[in-house]
């Protein structure tokens, strides 16, 4: 596609505004800490740039963390009174651009933002209007009258142990990784559980090996120490079918689904027990579960998910954003830029054509290797090339 990508992206990202009208306005806070959105028409803040760089020389690191993040990323501080979209388009040297942007998480989650993505896309190709409409319709995800807590929702217990070395003391050498995990390492992994477990979803296997992985490698001193995975479950359809959500909802439509257990447990049992901790923690998530939630947000004042003994993780696998097309094809890679607060399963290929799921994590420095040697022992590899693309 000839033409300049910050004109066509800036003209066709105006014309998806129509449609998406509230990511053009502020969220201000009331009264029980409930977040609002006032549709003043503002805008979203859009930067133009370039860089002296080609997407060559930036090869396969373009991957969680992202190379050159301050320079590509526009500025963000804050959700209150502030635009609800940062979008940064910066020109290469070769031709080609980058898209960053910060979304607020309270708008619209990864499905959301992916519908919105794609809405820009199309509108920069030519399209008259979105082929997916969007729907506000937040009111089906109101808290009832009166709100009442049905259900046990354990990723708000903040009764969570501490990891170690945590807390006081000098800050921990931190690192930040990723790792591909291809097809037949997913395969391998699956071996590792009994044949009616084996049909279990790739998000499922891989988080439970990953979670135990993590667990060992931290080495928690007590045995006893009570830890828990915490992981997104979609509300769309299906055993939440019940919300009578709509195509075209663009919010925040998850739970935070968690397995708990103790990190003696987690380490000496097969692989299955964890698995099935998630499963079970899956399918806790119904309209009910749902509903409940609401109530609890009302409640107990929008609390903050556990975070002490936690990894937090979500697939970003399902949110169509390596589909969007701006024009000039899609992109070499579309996911989270970074993977510091969570986790994030990310499909991925690099430049020899090897396809995966791309997971980062953000360990300290002294735990990093000895993660990805657990990794590497369940799958039987040589641990360096747990760490390579």
């Known amino acids: ?22 990511l053009a306005g502020r969220i201000q806070e009331i009264a029980g800490r409930k977040l609002v959105v006032e549709c003043t028409g503002e805008g979203v803040l859009f930067v133009e740039a370039d860089a002296d760089v080609r997407l060559d020389q930036i090869g396969d690191a373009l991957h969680p963390p992202i190379p050159f993040f ?29 898209f960053a942007l910060r979304g607020n998480h309270t708008m619209a989650d990864g499905a959301g933002l992916g519908q919105f993505l794609t809405a820009i896309g199309e509108l920069a190709r030519g399209a008259s209007a979105p082929s997916t409409l969007p729907v506000w319709a937040r009111e089906l995800l109101e808290a009832r009258t009166p709100p009442r807590i049905t259900c046990l929702h354990p990723a708000f217990d903040h009764a969570a142990a501490r990891p170690p070395n945590a807390g006081d003391g000098p800050p921990l050498d931190m690192e930040h990784r990723s790792f591909l995990f291809r097809r037949s390492d997913i395969a391998a992994l699956r071996m590792l559980v009994p044949p009616h477990l084996r049909t279990c979803s790739t998000f499922e296997i891989l ?75 899956k399918a806790s998530v119904t309209t009910e579960h749902m509903r ?28 169509g954003m390596e589909e969007v097309d701006y024009g000039w094809g899609k992109a070499a890679y579309a996911g989270p830029a970074w993977g510091r607060v969570a986790s994030f399963h990310i499909l991925f290929r690099n430049s020899k054509g090897e396809e995966g799921i791309l997971v980062p994590h953000y360990l300290p420095r002294s735990v990093m290797d000895k993660f990805a040697g657990e990794m590497a022992s369940l799958i039987k590899k040589d641990p360096s090339l747990r760490s390579s693309l």
């Open 292 to 319: 409940s939630l609401a109530d609890l947000m009302v409640l107990r004042g929008r609390p903050h998910y556990a975070t002490e003994g936690v990894y937090l993780v979500s697939d970003a696998t399902r949110t």
């Open 207 to 281: 988080t439970a090996c990953l979670w135990r992985c993590r667990t060992v490698a931290i080495g928690y001193d007590d045995p006893d120490e009570e830890i828990r995975v915490i992981f997104t479950v979609g509300a769309r359809g299906g055993r939440c079918a019940g919300l009578g959500l709509p195509r075209g909802y663009y919010g925040n439509a998850f739970a935070y689904a968690a397995a708990v257990t103790s990190a003696g447990e987690l380490c000496s049992r097969p692989m299955s027990y964890p698995l099935e901790l998630m499963r079970n923690a």
């Open 70 to 98: 301050d320079e590509v990323f526009p500025e963000s501080s804050g959700i209150l009174h502030r635009p609800l979209i940062h979008i940064q388009v910066t020109r290469l040297r070769c031709g080609g651009f980058i």
């Open 1 to 22: 596609m000839a033409g300049d990508p910050v004109a066509v992206i800036r003209h066709a990202l105006s014309r998806a505004l129509v449609f998406f009208y509230p």
